[in-house]
């Protein structure tokens, strides 16, 4: 048997944008252990409640992560409005969630090109990132903003998306579609593909279970589970079904978030079609936050927890964020264990790790 | 139209000696550690221990209340993925937890302030 | 722009940002906005890096990071800030793990303001990087030019 080694890996490698450091355990090529520490973007941001209201608070939350910006002030408001105890009007909840199926296609596309990079297709990294930009176009027409668009507050939203700009999204969202077709089938058959990513990093349905997974990683695993499926906002109206694949290898992963960009435009069609008339965005809120609530919303990554803990004061006692890329961090060591080194930069990038979420 | 669930969450308040048994209750439920989090309030803190029901997606909670000197006992041993939460209650908040199966040691986030959001900083403010 | 001699690589490095910035500056990158028509190229190694785009602010944890990146580049080097994060601590200024803007450890040249900064701003710091790049290397030139021929 071979010598045993430690190699660090990160903080700044070329691979992801983000820094993280691993330190990998090595055995000749093969990893045994895989000891994950964060920290690099650590800000201390659930810290700010005590200088910033409740109000404000939400421009901080949505800065937790640049990519699911959307949902993380669209978590926070809800978790607020459940201590509150108010309902927000349909149709903010409708364009909550057509924002929310936009980043989501925003950020999945991301993935793939990184994805794409990462098993050394750079072309379709370029594909990939050109079909996001037409997205972003459509965040932009509707919000102003491009990746950071604060459009949420506590009682609804502050932007109304006029009928012309939803026949525009959706006859943008045939394009998008059409474009999406053409890279579909490099992502599903291309042999190159096909032999970087099948039987790589393989994480079965009790490991995932076990170590807690969330979002496509669970789902990639065989776990049917979707929080979408919970019924917040407009998902009670809409028909889909959770996509599951059974291998939990990194093929199933990318299987998963592919197919889940074609979803996600399907629903954004389903919640143009039933989104009610024009009517008031939002409703009054009064008084401070007395009392606690959990919310749990499907982010592009995964399942992510938000708490408030408010006792009647301007300043809330506690906000938390438990964010997807942490419950999956688990999950990633468990499959660097055993892998090959030079693996680890294809199977970090698999679990979609965000790490400005996961430190905040 | 799309099947509904939407059960409403629990909260469970248990007493600290009660911790490791109903943790080992929940998992053989077949429940999920969804997150956990402490909170200092009034001189105490509160430890929420979420487990999830991916089946029903009810979210049920532990609450433990605590002294702030009190020693709480790991959850690892029953639930491996709790190391990253629990470290990082023992390095924001301060929370004495004994035992963790992978101790960072306070240098998970490796930060330079200790216990940002625990007792200490509350007396430097009053 | 036609007086272009040198083709500068960047290094970009993500200190404590939301991600934001950081997939505006890979999006600037990308076929859409092109920086890389302006003779730049991106490059994971700090060895071989010209300009560094900086994203957020500095926390206890990465400003020796930092500090070593800037280390290793080699002379003539410009840092550029994107985001106000990287300028000056921004929304998360008042968090208790950030020191400030990039400019608590290194020096920066450029400031690229916005949360998150656009790509339109982005590329007109890279283009001023660019500029400033092309001077300081004749400076530089010059000065080695000099001490060759004192030696001689």
């Known amino acids: 048997m071979g010598k045993r080694s430690i190699i660090p890996y990160g903080p700044q490698h070329p691979v992801l944008p983000e820094p993280i450091h691993i330190d990998l355990v090595i055995e000749d090529e093969r990893i045994i252990e895989a000891i994950p520490s964060v920290g690099f973007i650590h800000r201390g941001l659930e810290s700010l409640v005590d200088k910033r209201d409740f109000n404000q608070l939400v421009y901080v939350v949505e800065r937790t992560c640049g990519i699911c910006s959307f ?45 794409a990079d990462g098993f050394g297709y750079e072309n379709l990294f370029y594909q990939c990132w050109r079909i996001r930009e037409r997205v ?49 089938k490099t992502f599903i058959e291309d042999y190159t593909v096909q032999s970087r990513l099948r039987g790589i990093g393989i994480l079965t349905r009790e490991q995932a279970h076990d170590l807690g997974c969330a979002g496509p990683v669970a789902r990639a695993s065989g776990i049917k589970a979707d929080m979408r499926k919970r019924g917040y906002d407009a998902y009670p109206h809409l028909d889909f079904e959770p996509i599951v694949s059974n291998a939990g290898d990194s093929y199933a992963r990318c299987y998963c978030r592919l197919m889940e960009v074609f979803q996600s435009i399907d629903l954004i069609r389903q919640a143009i079609g039933k989104i009610p008339g024009e009517s008031d965005l939002s409703v009054a809120i009064k008084g401070n936050p007395d009392g606690e609530a959990f919310f749990r919303c499907e982010q592009p990554r995964g399942e992510a927890v938000y708490y408030v803990k408010g006792s009647g004061k301007t300043f809330l006692d506690r906000f938390r964020v438990r964010t997807p890329t942490f419950a999956n961090l688990p999950g990633l060591c468990e499959m660097l264990a055993g892998a090959e080194l030079s693996d680890v930069g294809l199977l970090v990038i698999t679990i979609d790790p965000c790490i400005s979420c996961t430190e905040r | 139209m799309a099947e509904v669930i939407a059960p409403e969450n629990i909260l469970e308040e248990i007493e600290l000696s009660d911790l490791l048994h109903v943790v080992m209750t929940k998992k053989k439920e077949g429940l999920r550690l969804s997150q956990a989090c402490a909170a200092y309030v009034d001189g105490k803190y509160e430890l929420s221990y979420s487990f999830a029901d991916d089946k029903t997606y009810q979210l049920t909670t532990l609450r433990v209340v605590i002294d702030v000197d009190a020693k709480v006992p790991s959850i690892t041993e029953i639930v491996p993925q709790a190391i990253f939460y629990e470290n990082e209650m023992k390095e924001l908040f301060g929370v004495n937890i004994e035992m963790i199966a992978l101790d960072y040691n306070n240098k998970l986030y490796r930060i330079e302030e200790e216990a940002p959001f625990g007792p200490k900083k509350e007396e430097n403010n009053g | 722009m036609a007086n272009i001699k040198r083709s500068p690589w960047l290094l ?139 030696a001689s």
């Not at chain 1, 109304?160 to 998008?176: C, F, G």
């Not at chain 3, 890389?36 to 190694?45: A, S, Y």
């Not at chain 3, 590329?123 to 001077?135: C, H, P």
Request: net charge negative; with cysteine; glycine share 10%.
């Open chain 1, 136 to 184: 972003l176009d459509l965040i932009e027409l509707t919000t102003g903003g491009r990746v950071i668009f604060s459009v949420n507050k506590i009682g609804g939203v502050l932007k109304d998306i006029p009928e012309d700009q939803l026949r525009h999204i959706l006859s943008e969202l045939d394009a998008i579609e059409a474009d999406l077709n053409v890279i579909k």
């Open chain 1, 71 to 115: 949902q993380h002030g669209m978590g926070y408001c809800e978790a607020v409005e459940s201590v509150f105890g108010v309902e927000i009007p349909d149709r903010a909840k409708f364009l909550r969630t057509i924002w929310s199926e936009m980043s989501r296609i925003h950020s999945h596309l991301l993935w793939l090109g990184l994805l």
């Open chain 3, 12 to 150: 970009h490095y993500d200190g404590s940002s939301c991600n934001g910035c950081d997939i505006e500056v890979l999006a600037c990158l990308t076929p859409v906005y092109d920086a890389e028509r302006f003779g730049v190229m991106n490059t994971g190694d700090p060895m071989q890096a010209d300009i560094l785009l900086i994203t957020g602010g500095i926390n206890t944890q990465n400003q020796e990071v930092v500090k070593q990146l800037y280390d290793q580049m080699p002379r003539p080097k410009v840092v550029c800030a994107v985001g106000v994060c990287a300028c000056t601590g921004g929304v998360f200024k008042d968090c208790y793990n950030i020191l400030g803007g990039a400019d608590t450890v290194i020096p920066v040249d450029i400031y690229v303001p916005g949360c998150a900064a656009r790509p339109q701003a982005i590329i007109d710091g890279i283009v001023q990087a660019v500029e400033l790049f092309q001077k300081r290397s004749e400076e530089h030139d010059a000065l080695v030019k000099n001490k060759g021929k004192e």
